[in-house]
């Protein structure tokens, strides 16, 4: 790009300066003519086609005149949030710094810190200036969170709602399936009178009755849509660190335990052979060995968990754990061969032995407690650490697999899987490697281990220590409890409760950049490494170094700075190196870290003694220390920190007294080997207030010295020397002090302000300076980037610490930090609006100011001014720079001119008056040329700089004037609207820009959604070009007036309208809806846009997008077409029960299974059809707008509809209800498959990230496009070309779920799936109604009603919820009611597939579904009762046959309770009674019956002998109209009874049969003879009359000879009683024998037939002698109570039955055998006998198991029956009464005492009389009656007295019967029970009045038991023989004691009730 020359700066500063003193300010805004520096001419010659866009481009109207003309109109006070950006929006605060410790990191002493490190800690301990808009996150907010949705209960999902019983009842209310209602109380609401109006209201409110409000939350935008375009919050400055390792060390344990050990830990990288973290000190000694060694004055800490970070992971980080020992004599083989040789199971053997060790480890210890010793190590791989299967030394080569190097390398690819840990892991180390004493250094364990891995045969053959070190290992998420940093500052937050320490283990990273400083640390670490005292004469064998750090060379110089270790203070003043012994040139291993003073100055330096150890204790030495030589290290270098290696000689003296600071003092010393460096040492610095490099040390240095003098010569001076040496610095330690050095030289810009011209000369090369440095860092690979790619460490510093920056200069006051204005001074300001002294050719052309009070004003130096003038005015290499990092730029502008309005208290006022007037036109210009910039450069760079400038302008509408900012964002969106193929990456940027734009908090209110709807006058003269009202046609037009008022709107809109006629690009049409889409979900989350009336005047801002949508019809693709999975018709809807309901079609994205997902599909056809994933947007959009919209006016809109259009509209409905089918449940094979890709590809995905093989975050982050997919693929359209973006839900690069945590994901989103089909669905239907309404005026009319059937049938035949099917279906009915003439028009096909799906719906297996449906059902055949009944009919016979053969069993129980349902609703139904209509619907019923019983159900009971009847009976009952079919039923009835020897039901099968043969005949042929129909039939059986119930059809049927055989005929009847009457016999019923023949005999007198009247007469007389003699032997048979619960049972669950059964039979007998027979059905675990017969708590069962409950109950007869059933007989036929009784207490239990013990009498009433044609009859009423204590215990003796006086009085006596009665009621075991009761009941009168009847009831119950007693005993008496009588002698005797003891509760009366008889 060409650069911005002086030359063209000229001729813009002489343009302005003209407009000056012509007197007229003018801003420069982008609609009046552009400068030259941005005029650029186009000239296009392609016709208007290939132009992207068919508008003419607009300029907004003028805002803030519009704003202020709504405020001031009263009647939008109610829109509150639409008027106009709420007060104080934009907040400036000042916030205290977060720290991670408890106390904050800061210098001891702040008296005596130099000016640099006090800049240094004030940057890292000042408080956080933020700029924040208060409401910018109520449109971003996450719409998911905390989303309380229905549970939308769809029949695909039956088989996943069957595996959770009772989840239907518990959620139904909320969902849909609720509690459904009575039939017939639905069919009378739907059936009363109501108008059309009313019925479609009523309809309206149930569907919108709980409709979400957040409509978006159920399909929102991707993640990764929302956030690539949004500016996340940077992390604040705590140098927080990511990945860290927590490893608790549990035990450290030797074959022999004889001393103390100390364990020291690090990490090393050894692909980098580096020292990557500072040491861990561990001591695991236990307290008897601690108390050997510790200093009774000492006060020690012991921690015993460490936490190591990793930034940079590599595959070869190792953790090296070192050992060490107190010293002692003998080398280390010596000192660890006992370790090796003695074991833990000899220590039995080997006691004394150890002993003596033990002994001399202890008087080591006493005496050289202070030394150490090297003795053993181990290393172990990180990556080993971090995996679960680690337990072993991972060098130990026995243990480990044996391989090659990439073997080991893949066994560690392996267990990087587990990294990051998801739970804490334990970790075990058995073998130790012994120290070398000349390996000890870091570079010879790093070799080794290397040597290690390569399998060395040498390497195998080492001895090895044994023992155990185990540790846990976890990752950090948050902060540990009791935590310290590795200065010991207590960590936040701290939790004293846990005993066990923590310290964090400081990381040194590895060679590269890092992350910036931001708090105070001041550590140096040194590493002594080698001496060598070879050259030294004398004992110098055992060397140990003691290190000091000291300020002077006074003894009270030494400082307490040193840290200590584990187990001793935390602070020392000396540490002491391991002693290698008997070496005259040890390495050394140790680690010294010191805390720095703050204030260091020449006289700080290290002190190194360097002494031999005696082992052995001599007589002329007290102590073991003999000193050998000195050396000491200054710790400055001519002001600077010493770092690196450094060697150093030894003195052999006694150093005197200012050794470190005098040469002097030094001559005459000793010095070994000549002076030369025989000792070794490392330095490494932590410090973040003394920088490494020397250049940045003196910038620090200088601009100190800017603040300081006065002189602007000096100043200047100092600014240039300052700025030529940040230009030198290195990147890593700009990075490391970034924050310091931005606070130091962004002030320097305003230096140009008050300095001459040399001083804005060197401004001007500070800038370019900032620039440098914020380019670096943005190139740099290394620093991080956030999604938008910005430096992170720039960020935060923005965000956290810039604040408007003011040098340190003496007399300048708080209130100069802006420039001051006084009245006088306006004409000089005016001219001075664009003259920056930041440029100094500028300097000549400044006028000079006016005198008086005027001249006096200081040019202006606000900070955004001067930065804006330096962005603007910088040119060449420099300005490319700039705009490539234009937000870093952009971002500094916001934040100081927000802490500018903030300060000077501007923020009320109007923003157009908040900056000088001549501020805008440096900000036009600078977005003039960013515009510029992102047209004609680079596309790989202009990304982010087009980003940033949307996110400017952006900011900018909270800050200036609006209309400005409006006209800006118009500017660069119509410059990047050009059609070039070679610039065709302008789509995106213009897409880009426009997203962000969109996403300003006040969006809304910047589209001005109040002026559609009252006039607004224009201040400016712009009233003529704006109409006061706009009509509503013409709000959903995208008009010039629209796209004026709505300015960004119409923006977004025409947008859309372009990429959707043009054949444009799948990827812009993908970003452009994606938008849209975005763009109305910040609507729907925004809490202030929640009430209708704000939704309504949202929505209109989008009314055009419905024509929009409209007209791009064509290219709208129908999923219907490809996705064969779902139902559709004529497809039966069931089959999506059985189908998959999940598909994962790829590793990274499911198909199908998530609606945002972009899936590969194969289509032929044109490339303008839009993929799947953008016309499911779309669509989405075009019901948002539909829900949301004012209802009037889309009335007005879709009768403004020509009749082609509204056919459009039907069919883009249709497409709606296809895009949001539900697709159903997951199912567990399904998860366990995403489980198992997951996991196969962790490992790959895993292995790349921690070796960096691959940029993750870049891969993840990184927009890919696939440019000619089309040629390589080319019927591969749609998938690939989109572009494929990062989504944290969709990719499978994240953390492996648990199975249990994935299924709840997925069954999350099959939840929000499931409503978000309700939704989109119930909006169709909206707008169907809305159709149907508006259509009855149209004058062709039919052509949209059948539009919106044909929309109703296709949502019917999707997989849709219980809750909107019982909507859909009153939207179905509400049309076939008000035209009957389109659905059952001729040539309709609508009628025909209303009625297939109704059938289909009625075989739903939810009661509610089929409640609707069979009403629908039946509401179309009372529609077409008048006219079209034969054609409905027919076709419902039709479809049904067509369905039959592909139902299931319990699709077919579902469409029989349906076709109940009809039954049902007709009975309701009293306007059709007097009508034909119910026996046509009967008999059609009927027929579908019989259509579902013709199958072979009955095979599925081969074993079910009482279901297979049960079937059987159902069969014949739905034949009742076709005679013969039923006759046939009957038969095979029969035949069964009597394989079972049912004889009684084998006749009366026959006697049914006989009837309905009778009743034919009757009705045929009406003879005398003949029995009268099935009347005369009653006295057989009370439910015979249900044969009489024979269809007129019949005649018709015989007329036409359909009955083939001889059945209906005279002989016929004859045959079936004959039959009858032998059956009757067999089953000892012999008075139904005499009325089998009472029928006969009038048919054989008739034909005179004497021999059939003989035969009849003798079997009669048979038949009556049989009754004589066997009246009360005959058993008729036993009754059982059954009840069936549990799912298992189907259609029997829950149900209740009275079974028959022969003879006696038990209770026991008949719950056997139904148990048997279940478990073989069942399993023999799933079948249970409940016990008790009390009532059955369905919530107490399981679900899994199958319960039968078996209840005896006895034949019952109210008072009245009684007296007519005197026989036996009477009294075991028609029986339809039974009852039972059940005792109960009021505590739970079923027997207790007496007083608490009640009875439950239960009557149940049976469906038909027994004997009947079955055996099992249902309960279908349950009658229960509770008898108090009392009223038991009188039912219970007077029972006792029936059973004596029905022995007595047995006729011949039975005196077997009698002495069994009489010994059971006076017997001496059972007086008791009747004493008792007496004695409980008796003893007292009772308080309560209603029990004074009861007490004499059985008062006199007793006297009766006891007369009863007497004459059995009377009556014994004289049948019993002699032998007998001492029997009776001890009856009579147990019987007068009886007697005795009950008279005085039998004698006394209760006074109250005589009291009352009396009165």
Request: proline letters at 4%; hydrophobic letters at 35%.
């Given at each position: 790009?060409?650069?911005?020359t002086?030359?063209d700066?000229?001729?813009?500063l002489q343009l302005?300066?003209?407009?000056?003193?012509?007197g007229?300010v003018?801003m420069?805004?982008?609609?009046?003519?552009r400068?030259p520096?941005?005029h650029?001419?186009h000239?296009?010659?392609?016709?208007?086609?290939?132009?992207?866009?068919s508008?003419e481009?607009?300029?907004?109207?003028d805002?803030e005149?519009?704003?202020?003309?709504q405020l001031?109109?009263?009647?939008?006070?109610?829109?509150?949030?639409?008027?106009d950006?709420?007060?104080?929006?934009?907040?400036?605060?000042?916030?205290p710094?977060?720290?991670?410790?408890?106390?904050?990191a800061?210098p001891?002493n702040?008296?005596?810190?130099t000016?640099?490190?006090r800049?240094?800690?004030?940057t890292?301990t000042?408080?956080?200036?933020?700029?924040?808009?208060?409401?910018?996150?109520?449109?971003?907010e996450?719409?998911?969170?905390?989303?309380?949705l229905?549970?939308?209960?769809?029949?695909?999902?039956?088989s996943?709602n069957?595996?959770?019983?009772g989840?239907q009842?518990?959620?139904?209310s909320?969902?849909g399936?609720q509690?459904?209602?009575?039939?017939?109380?639905?069919?009378?609401q739907?059936?009363?009178p109501?108008?059309?109006?009313?019925?479609?209201?009523r309809?309206?409110?149930?569907r919108?009755?709980?409709?979400?409000?957040d409509m978006c939350?159920?399909?929102?935008?991707?993640?990764?849509?929302?956030?690539?375009?949004?500016?996340?919050?940077p992390?604040p400055?705590?140098?927080?660190l990511e990945?860290?390792l927590q490893?608790h060390?549990?035990?450290?344990k030797?074959?022999?335990?004889?001393?103390?050990?100390?364990?020291?830990?690090?990490?090393?990288?050894?692909?980098?052979?580096?020292?990557?973290?500072?040491?861990?000190?561990?001591?695991?000694?236990?307290?008897e060995?601690?108390q050997?060694?510790q200093?009774?004055?000492?006060?020690?800490?012991?921690f015993?968990k460490?936490i190591?970070?990793?930034?940079?992971?590599?595959?070869?980080?190792?953790?090296i754990?070192?050992?060490d020992?107190?010293?002692q004599?003998?080398?280390i083989?010596?000192?660890?061969?006992?370790?090796m040789?003695?074991?833990?199971c000899?220590?039995a053997?080997?006691?004394e032995?150890?002993g003596?060790?033990?002994?001399?480890?202890?008087?080591?210890c006493?005496?050289l407690?202070?030394?150490?010793?090297?003795?053993?190590?181990?290393?172990?791989?990180?990556?080993?650490?971090?995996?679960?299967?680690g337990?072993?030394?991972s060098?130990?080569?026995?243990?480990?697999?044996?391989?090659?190097?990439?073997?080991?390398?893949?066994q560690?690819?392996?267990?990087?899987?587990?990294i990051?840990?998801s739970?804490?892991?334990q970790?075990?180390?058995h073998?130790?490697?012994?120290?070398e004493?000349?390996?000890?250094?870091?570079?010879d364990l790093m070799k080794?281990?290397?040597?290690?891995?390569?399998t060395s045969?040498l390497?195998?053959?080492q001895?090895r220590i044994?023992?155990?070190?185990r540790?846990?290992?976890?990752?950090?998420?948050?902060?540990p409890s009791?935590?310290?940093?590795p200065?010991?500052?207590?960590?936040?937050?701290s939790?004293?409760?846990?005993?066990?320490?923590?310290?964090?283990?400081?990381?040194f990273?590895?060679?590269?950049?890092?992350?910036p400083?931001?708090?105070?640390?001041n550590?140096?670490?040194?590493?002594?490494?080698?001496l060598?005292?070879?050259?030294?004469?004398g004992?110098?064998?055992?060397?140990?170094?003691?290190?000091?750090?000291?300020?002077?060379e006074e003894?009270?110089?030494?400082l307490?700075?040193?840290?200590?270790?584990?187990?001793?203070?935390e602070?020392?003043?000396?540490?002491?190196?391991?002693?290698a012994?008997?070496s005259?040139?040890?390495?050394?291993?140790?680690e010294?870290?010191?805390?720095?003073p703050s204030?260091?100055?020449k006289?700080?330096?290290?002190?190194?003694?360097?002494?031999?150890?005696?082992?052995?204790?001599?007589?002329s030495?007290d102590i073991?220390?003999?000193?050998?030589?000195?050396s000491?290290?200054?710790?400055?270098?001519?002001?600077?920190?010493r770092?690196?290696?450094i060697?150093?000689?030894?003195?052999?003296?006694?150093?005197?007294?200012?050794?470190?600071v005098?040469?002097?003092s030094l001559?005459?010393?000793?010095?070994l080997?000549?002076r030369?460096?025989?000792?070794?040492?490392?330095?490494?610095?932590?410090s973040?207030?003394?920088?490494?490099?020397?250049?940045l040390?003196?910038?620090?240095?200088l601009?100190?010295?800017?603040?300081?003098?006065?002189s602007?010569?000096?100043?200047?001076?100092a600014?240039?020397?300052?700025?030529?040496?940040i230009?030198?610095?290195?990147l890593?330690?700009?990075?490391?002090?970034?924050?310091?050095?931005?606070?130091?030289?962004?002030?320097l810009?305003?230096?140009?302000?008050r300095?001459?011209?040399?001083?804005?000369?060197?401004?001007?090369e500070?800038?370019?300076?900032?620039?440098?440095?914020?380019?670096?860092?943005?190139?740099s690979?290394?620093?991080?980037?956030?999604?938008l790619g910005?430096n992170?460490?720039?960020?935060?510093?923005i965000?956290?610490?810039f604040?408007?920056?003011?040098?340190?200069?003496?007399g300048?006051?708080?209130?100069?930090?802006y420039?001051?204005?006084?009245?006088?001074?306006?004409?000089?300001r005016?001219?001075?609006?664009l003259?920056?002294?930041?440029?100094?050719?500028?300097?000549?052309?400044?006028?000079?100011?006016?005198?008086?009070?005027?001249?006096s004003?200081?040019?202006?130096?606000?900070?955004?001014?001067?930065?804006?003038?330096?962005?603007v005015?910088?040119?060449?290499?420099?300005?490319?720079?700039?705009?490539k990092?234009l937000?870093?730029?952009?971002?500094?502008?916001?934040k100081?001119m927000?802490q500018?309005?903030?300060?000077t208290d501007r923020?009320k006022?109007p923003?157009?008056l908040?900056?000088?007037e001549?501020?805008?036109?440096?900000?036009?210009t600078?977005?003039?040329i960013?515009t510029e910039?992102?047209?004609?450069?680079?596309?790989?760079?202009?990304?982010l700089?087009?980003?940033?400038?949307?996110?400017?302008?952006?900011?900018?509408?909270?800050?200036?004037?609006?209309?400005?900012?409006?006209?800006?964002?118009?500017?660069?969106?119509?410059?990047l609207?050009v059609?070039?193929d070679?610039?065709?990456?302008?789509?995106?940027?213009r897409i880009?820009?426009?997203?962000?734009?969109?996403?300003?908090?006040?969006?809304v209110?910047?589209n001005l959604?109040l002026?559609?709807?009252?006039?607004t006058?224009?201040?400016?003269?712009?009233s003529?070009n704006v109409?006061?009202?706009?009509s509503?046609?013409?709000?959903?037009?995208?008009?010039?007036?629209?796209?004026?008022?709505?300015?960004?709107?119409g923006?977004?809109?025409?947008?859309?309208?372009?990429?959707?006629i043009?054949?444009?690009?799948?990827?812009?049409?993908r970003?452009?809806?994606?938008l849209?889409?975005?763009?109305?979900?910040?609507?729907?989350?925004?809490?202030?846009?929640w009430?209708?009336?704000?939704?309504?005047?949202?929505?209109?801002?989008?009314?055009?997008?419905?024509d929009i949508?409209?007209?791009?019809?064509?290219?709208l693709?129908?999923?219907?077409?490809?996705d064969?999975?779902?139902?559709?018709?004529?497809?039966?809807?069931?089959?999506a029960r059985?189908?998959s309901s999940?598909?994962?079609?790829s590793?990274?994205v499911?198909?199908?299974?998530n609606?945002?997902?972009?899936s590969?599909?194969?289509?032929?056809?044109?490339s303008?059809?839009?993929?799947a994933?953008?016309?499911q947007?779309l669509?989405f959009?075009?019901?948002?707008?539909?829900?949301?919209?004012?209802?009037?006016?889309?009335?007005?809109?879709?009768l403004?509809?020509?009749?082609?259009?509204?056919?459009?509209?039907?069919?883009?409905?249709?497409?709606?209800?296809s895009?949001?089918?539900?697709?159903g449940?997951?199912s567990?094979?399904?998860?366990?498959s995403?489980m198992?890709?997951?996991?196969?590809?962790m490992?790959?995905?895993?292995?790349k990230?921690?070796?960096?093989?691959?940029?993750?975050?870049r891969?993840m982050?990184?927009?890919?496009e696939?440019p000619g997919?089309?040629?390589?693929?080319?019927?591969?359209n749609?998938g690939?070309h989109?572009?494929?973006?990062?989504r944290?839900?969709?990719?499978?690069?994240r953390?492996?779920?648990?199975?249990?945590?994935?299924k709840?994901?997925?069954?999350?989103?099959?939840?929000i799936?499931?409503?978000l089909?309700v939704?989109?669905?119930?909006?169709?239907?909206d707008?169907?109604?809305?159709?149907?309404?508006?259509?009855?005026?149209?004058?062709?009319?039919?052509p949209?009603?059948?539009?919106?059937?044909?929309?109703l049938i296709h949502?019917?035949?999707?997989n849709?919820?219980s809750?909107?099917l019982k909507?859909?279906f009153?939207i179905?009915?509400a049309?076939v009611?008000?035209?009957?003439?389109?659905v059952?028009?001729?040539?309709s096909e609508?009628?025909?597939?209303?009625?297939l799906?109704?059938?289909?719906?009625?075989?739903?297996?939810?009661e509610?579904?089929?409640l609707?449906?069979?009403a629908?059902?039946?509401?179309?055949?009372?529609q077409s009762y008048?006219a079209?009944?034969?054609k409905?009919?027919?076709?419902?016979?039709?479809?049904?046959?067509?369905?039959a053969?592909?139902?299931?069993?319990?699709?077919?129980?579902c469409?029989?309770?349906?076709?109940?349902m009809l039954l049902?609703?007709?009975?309701?139904?009293?306007?059709?009674?007097?009508?034909?209509?119910p026996?046509?619907?009967?008999?059609?019923?009927?027929?579908?019956?019989?259509?579902?019983?013709?199958t072979?159900?009955?095979?599925?009971?081969p074993?079910?002998?009482?279901?297979?009847?049960?079937l059987?009976?159902?069969i014949?009952?739905?034949?009742?109209?076709?005679?013969?079919l039923?006759?046939?039923?009957?038969?095979?009835?029969?035949?069964?009874?009597?394989?079972?020897?049912?004889?009684?039901?084998a006749?009366?099968c026959l006697?049914?049969?006989?009837a309905?043969?009778?009743?034919?005949?009757?009705?045929?042929?009406?003879?005398?003879h003949l029995?009268m129909?099935?009347?005369?039939?009653?006295?057989?059986?009370?439910?015979?009359?249900?044969?009489?119930?024979?269809s007129?059809e019949?005649?018709?049927?015989e007329?036409e000879?359909?009955?083939?055989?001889?059945?209906?005929?005279?002989e016929?009847?004859?045959e079936?009683?004959d039959?009858?009457?032998?059956?009757?016999?067999?089953?000892e019923?012999?008075?139904?024998v005499?009325?089998?023949?009472?029928?006969?005999?009038?048919?054989?007198?008739?034909?005179?037939n004497?021999?059939?009247?003989s035969?009849?007469?003798?079997?009669?007389?048979e038949?009556f002698?049989?009754i004589?003699?066997?009246?009360?032997?005959?058993?008729?048979?036993?009754?059982?109570?059954v009840?069936?619960?549990?799912?298992l049972?189907?259609?029997?669950?829950?149900?209740?039955?009275?079974?028959?059964?022969?003879?006696?039979?038990?209770?026991?007998?008949i719950s056997?055998?139904?148990e048997e027979?279940?478990?073989?059905?069942?399993?023999?675990d799933r079948?249970?006998i409940?016990?008790?017969?009390?009532?059955?708590k369905?919530?107490?069962l399981d679900p899994?198991?199958a319960?039968?409950q078996?209840?005896?109950?006895?034949?019952?007869?109210?008072?009245?029956?009684?007296?007519?059933?005197?026989s036996?007989y009477?009294?075991?036929?028609n029986?339809?009464?039974?009852?039972?009784s059940?005792?109960y207490?009021?505590?739970?239990?079923?027997?207790?005492?007496?007083s608490?013990?009640?009875?439950?009498?239960t009557i149940?009433?049976?469906?038909?009389?027994?004997?009947?044609?079955?055996?099992?009859?249902?309960?279908?009423?349950?009658?229960e009656?509770?008898?108090?204590?009392?009223?038991?215990?009188?039912?219970?003796?007077q029972?006792?007295?029936?059973?004596?006086?029905?022995a007595?009085?047995e006729?011949p006596?039975?005196?077997?019967?009698?002495?069994?009665?009489?010994?059971?009621s006076?017997?001496?075991?059972?007086?008791?029970?009747?004493m008792?009761?007496?004695?409980?009941?008796l003893?007292?009168i009772?308080?309560?009045?209603?029990?004074f009847?009861?007490?004499?009831?059985?008062?006199?119950?007793?006297?009766?038991?006891?007369?009863?007693?007497?004459?059995?005993?009377i009556?014994?008496?004289?049948?019993?023989?002699?032998?007998?009588?001492?029997?009776?002698?001890?009856l009579e005797?147990?019987?007068?004691?009886?007697?005795?003891?009950?008279?005085?509760?039998?004698n006394?009366r209760?006074?109250?009730?005589?009291?009352?008889?009396?009165?």
């Open positions: 790009m060409a650069s911005f002086y030359g700066r000229y001729q813009y302005l300066n003209s407009e000056v003193d012509n007229q003018k420069q805004a982008p609609q009046n003519k400068t520096l941005t650029v001419r000239s296009s010659t392609s016709p208007m086609h290939d132009v992207p866009f508008f481009p607009v300029e907004p109207l805002f005149a519009l704003i202020l003309s001031e109109n009263p009647e939008l006070e109610s829109f509150q949030y639409l008027l950006f709420p007060k104080e929006d934009v907040e400036v605060t000042l916030a710094r977060e720290y991670r410790t408890v106390t904050s800061e001891n702040w008296n005596n810190l000016p640099q490190v800049s240094c800690v004030e890292y000042k408080d956080w200036l933020m700029v924040t808009r208060r409401n910018q996150k109520c449109s971003t996450s719409r998911r969170k905390g989303l309380k229905p549970l939308q209960i769809f029949e695909c999902d039956e996943f069957l595996e959770m019983q989840l009842s518990s959620v139904g909320q969902a399936e509690q459904t209602e009575v039939p017939e109380l639905f069919i009378q739907l059936l009363q109501s108008t059309l109006e009313e019925v479609d209201l309809n309206k409110e149930k919108q009755s709980g409709r979400l409000m939350a159920l399909y929102p935008p991707s993640d990764e849509e929302e956030a690539g375009y949004s500016r996340i919050v992390q400055p705590c140098g927080q990945q860290r490893l060390f549990l035990e450290l030797f074959e022999i335990e004889i001393e103390p050990l100390f364990v020291i830990l690090a990490l090393y990288d050894l692909k980098e052979r580096k020292k990557i973290s500072e040491n861990f000190y561990l001591d695991l000694n236990s307290e060995f601690r050997i060694i200093k009774h004055d000492e006060v020690s800490s012991y015993k460490a190591f970070s990793i930034t940079h992971s590599s595959s070869e980080i190792y953790l754990i070192k050992v020992k107190v010293l004599q003998g080398s083989a010596e000192c660890a061969e006992p370790y040789t003695i074991k833990e000899e220590r053997k080997s006691k032995k150890i003596k060790l033990r002994f001399q480890a202890a008087s080591f006493q005496r407690k202070s030394y150490r010793m090297p003795f053993a190590w181990a290393a172990v791989d990180l990556l080993t650490l971090t995996s679960t299967s337990y072993q030394n060098l130990d080569r026995e243990s480990n697999s044996e391989g090659s190097g990439a073997d080991m390398r893949s560690s690819l392996d267990n990087a899987r587990s990051p840990l739970r804490p892991t970790y075990s180390l073998t130790f490697n012994k120290q004493e000349d390996k000890l250094s870091d570079e080794f281990i290397i040597d290690e891995k390569k045969t390497l195998r053959r001895r044994p023992g155990v070190f540790f846990e290992v976890s990752q950090v998420n948050e902060a009791f935590c310290f940093d200065e010991f500052l207590e960590v936040k937050p939790n004293r409760e846990n005993t066990d320490l923590t310290l964090e283990v400081l990381e990273p590895v060679s590269g950049l890092s992350t400083h931001t708090t105070y640390r550590l140096l670490y040194v590493y002594p490494q080698f060598n005292f070879s050259n030294r004469q004992s110098a064998r055992n060397i140990t170094v003691k290190i000091q750090f000291l300020d002077s003894p009270a110089g030494v307490p700075v040193i840290f200590g270790k584990s187990g001793y203070p602070y020392m003043t000396e540490s002491y190196t391991p002693v012994y008997h005259k040139s040890p390495f050394f291993y140790e010294v870290k010191i805390k720095l204030d260091l100055n006289k700080h330096h290290l002190l190194f003694t360097f002494y031999h150890i005696n082992c052995q204790p001599k007589q030495q073991p220390e003999v000193p050998l030589g000195y000491w290290l200054p710790i400055l270098d001519n002001g600077h920190l770092s690196g290696s060697e150093l000689p030894v003195c052999l003296e006694k150093l005197p007294f200012l050794y470190s005098s040469s002097n001559d005459g010393l000793k010095w080997d000549n030369k460096t025989v000792f070794k040492l490392e330095l490494i610095p932590v973040t207030i003394y920088p490494q490099d020397r250049y040390e003196h910038f620090f240095s601009c100190a010295d800017v603040g300081e003098h006065h602007a010569a000096q100043q200047t001076e600014l240039k020397e300052a700025v030529s040496s230009s030198m610095v290195q890593k330690e700009h990075v490391r002090f970034l924050y310091v050095v931005l606070d130091k030289l962004l002030p810009l305003t230096l140009s302000s300095m001459t011209t040399e001083g804005a000369l060197v401004s001007k500070v800038f370019k300076v900032l620039i440098t440095i914020v380019n670096q860092l943005h190139e690979e290394e620093m991080m980037k956030d999604s910005r992170q460490s720039l960020a935060s510093y965000h956290y610490l604040s408007i920056p003011v040098l340190h200069e003496s300048v006051t708080e209130s100069e930090k420039a001051t204005t006084k009245p006088e001074g306006v004409t000089a005016h001219k001075m609006r003259f920056s002294s930041s440029d100094p050719e500028m300097q000549t052309l400044k006028p000079s100011a006016p005198t008086g009070a005027g001249s004003l200081k040019p202006s130096k606000v900070f955004h001014e001067e930065l804006a003038y330096h962005i005015f910088t040119n060449g290499k420099m300005r490319d720079q700039v705009y990092n937000w870093f730029f952009c971002e500094l502008l916001i100081s927000s500018y309005l903030s300060d923020w006022s923003p157009s908040r900056f000088p001549y501020f805008p036109g440096i900000i036009y600078l977005v003039n960013a910039f992102v047209k004609h450069q680079d596309p790989d760079i202009t990304d700089t087009n980003l940033s400038l949307g996110f400017f302008l952006n900011d900018l509408l909270s800050l200036m004037d609006r209309g400005f900012v409006l006209r800006m964002i118009g500017h660069h969106y119509k410059e609207a059609k070039d070679k610039r065709s990456h302008l789509h995106d940027r880009d820009f426009l997203r962000i734009i969109c996403s300003h908090e006040h969006f209110i910047v959604p002026t559609a709807s009252f006039g006058q224009d201040h400016h003269n712009q003529e109409s006061t009202h706009e509503t046609v013409e709000i959903f037009k995208l008009s010039r007036k629209f796209r004026q008022r709505h300015f960004l709107i923006l977004l809109l025409q947008e859309i309208h372009n990429v959707l043009t054949d444009s690009e799948r990827l812009i049409r970003e452009a809806v994606s849209l889409h975005c763009l109305l979900a910040s609507h729907d989350g925004d809490q202030r846009f009430s209708r009336r704000m939704k309504e005047k949202v929505a209109a801002l989008y009314l055009p997008l419905l949508i409209l007209n791009s019809l064509s290219q693709q129908n999923m219907a077409d490809f064969n999975a779902r139902s559709k018709l004529p497809k039966f809807h069931s089959n059985n189908a999940l598909v994962i079609t590793p990274v499911p198909a199908s299974t609606r945002h997902s972009s590969i599909s194969w289509f032929p056809g044109s303008s059809i839009m993929s994933e953008v016309t947007t669509l959009c075009f019901l948002w707008v539909l829900k949301n919209a004012n209802e009037s006016a889309l009335k007005e809109w879709i403004g509809l020509p009749a082609q259009q509204l056919l459009s509209l039907l069919e883009l409905l249709d497409l709606c209800v895009a949001f089918e539900y697709e449940h997951p567990t094979e399904q998860i366990s995403v198992y890709r997951k996991s196969r590809d490992k790959l995905q895993l292995e990230t921690i070796f960096g093989t691959a940029g993750a975050r891969e982050m990184k927009r890919r696939y997919i089309d040629k390589v693929f080319p019927g591969m749609m690939l989109e572009k494929l973006r990062w944290k839900d969709l990719t499978q690069w953390q492996s779920a648990g199975s249990d945590k994935l709840l994901e997925l069954e999350h989103e099959t939840l799936n499931g409503n089909t939704e989109t669905n119930l909006i169709v239907l707008t169907l109604e809305l159709l149907i309404q508006l259509s009855s005026p149209m004058v062709e009319f039919k949209v009603v059948a539009g919106v059937l044909k929309v949502s019917l035949s999707c849709q919820s809750l909107y909507n859909c009153n179905q009915r049309i009611s008000k035209f009957p003439e389109v059952f028009e001729e040539d609508h009628l025909i597939e209303l009625c799906l109704l059938l289909q719906r009625c075989t739903s297996h939810f509610s579904t089929r609707q449906a069979s629908s059902l039946y509401l179309l055949m009372r008048k079209h009944f034969p409905t009919k027919m076709y419902i016979t039709l479809t049904l046959a067509s369905l053969g592909k139902l299931s069993n319990q699709d077919k129980q469409l029989q309770k349906s076709l109940g049902t609703y007709l009975e309701t139904d009293e306007a059709m009674e007097g009508s034909s209509f026996g046509q619907v009967e008999e059609l019923l009927q027929n579908l019956n019989g259509v579902l019983c013709d072979v159900k009955l095979q599925e009971f074993q079910d002998v009482d279901m297979q009847i049960d059987m009976y159902r014949a009952k739905g034949l009742q109209s076709y005679v013969d039923r006759l046939m039923w009957l038969r095979n009835i029969m035949m069964k009874h009597v394989e079972r020897k049912c004889f009684a039901e006749a009366h006697v049914h049969s006989a309905l043969v009778a009743e034919y005949l009757n009705r045929v042929d009406g003879s005398v029995p129909g099935s009347v005369s039939f009653q006295n057989i059986s009370i439910d015979i009359l249900e044969e009489s119930l024979v007129e019949i005649f018709s049927m007329k000879d359909i009955w083939t055989r001889n059945l209906l005929s005279e016929g009847l004859l079936l009683l039959e009858a009457a032998e059956l009757f016999n067999k089953a019923f012999y008075e139904m005499y009325e089998i023949y009472k029928l006969i005999i009038p048919i054989a007198e008739f034909h005179r004497v021999k059939k009247l035969i009849i007469h003798g079997i009669l007389k038949t002698d049989l004589l003699s066997m009246d009360n032997k005959r058993m008729f048979g036993t009754y059982f109570r009840g069936f619960y549990g799912s049972f189907g259609e029997l669950d829950e149900q209740e039955y009275v079974y028959k059964e022969p003879g006696i039979t038990k209770l026991v007998e056997s055998r139904l027979f279940y478990k073989q059905m069942f399993g023999k079948v249970e409940i016990k008790d017969s009390s009532p059955v369905m919530e107490s899994e198991k319960y039968i078996v209840t005896y109950v006895e034949p019952f007869f109210e008072e009245y029956e009684l007296k007519n059933r005197v036996n009477e009294k075991n036929s029986l339809r009464q039974f009852i039972y059940t005792p207490t009021l505590n739970g239990r079923a027997h207790g005492e007496l608490q013990q009640y009875k439950r009498k149940l009433t049976t469906l038909h009389a027994f004997p009947y044609i079955k055996t099992r009859i249902n309960v279908i009423e349950k009658q009656i509770s008898l108090r204590p009392i009223e038991a215990a009188i039912e219970d003796m029972k006792k007295t029936y059973e004596l006086a029905k007595t009085n006729n006596p039975n005196l077997k019967l009698l002495q069994m009665v009489l010994q059971g006076v017997g001496p075991t059972v007086n008791q029970g009747p008792e009761v007496a004695q409980v009941f003893s007292e009772p308080n309560d009045p209603k029990l009847r009861h007490h004499n009831k059985l008062r006199i119950c007793f006297k009766d038991f006891l007369k009863r007693c007497e004459d059995a005993l009556k014994n008496k004289g049948l019993i023989s002699s032998e007998r009588e001492e029997y009776q002698s001890e005797r147990n019987y007068d004691a009886l007697k005795h003891n009950l008279r005085p509760f039998i006394r209760n006074p109250h009730l005589y009291v009352t008889a009396c009165r």
